[in-house]
Nanobody
């Protein structure tokens, strides 16, 4: 069974930085499109970043210039570096994967999910 395990969340002050990691097991990592999503209370899950398995990374407009997603295929790990954090970035952050999939902001297209990690930004 494929597993995705996030780490790195926590409490940070506005303007600060946090780095999330997501380690994947039992998946052909190099052939998986990977995504970062987040969900705030009362809101729908939204896409933050998508890393296409053939190359290329997309970002939501709300995080462009502040967040950087990357992947290490050898370590089977996905990262999200979040800088200049704002209170509106407070959410549970999830990593997700889909084999051979195209990048999309639709969470339904991803069939493998991590358990989520809380990021709270205090103002």
């Amino acid at each position: 069974q494929v597993q995705m395990v996030e780490s790195g969340g926590g409490l940070v002050q506005a303007g600060g930085s946090v780095r999330l990691s997501c380690t994947v097991s039992r998946l052909a990592f190099g052939f998986a499109t990977l995504g970062w999503f987040r969900q705030s209370p009362g809101k729908e899950r939204e896409g933050v970043s998508c890393l296409y398995w053939r190359g290329g990374t997309s970002y939501a407009d709300s995080v462009k210039g502040r967040f950087t997603a990357s992947r290490d295929n050898a370590k089977k790990t996905l990262y999200l570096q979040m800088n200049n954090l704002k209170s509106e970035d407070t959410a549970i952050y999830y990593c997700a994967a889909v084999r051979y999939g195209a990048c999309t902001w639709s969470s339904e297209r991803f069939d493998i999910w991590g358990q989520g990690t809380q990021v709270t930004v205090s103002s």
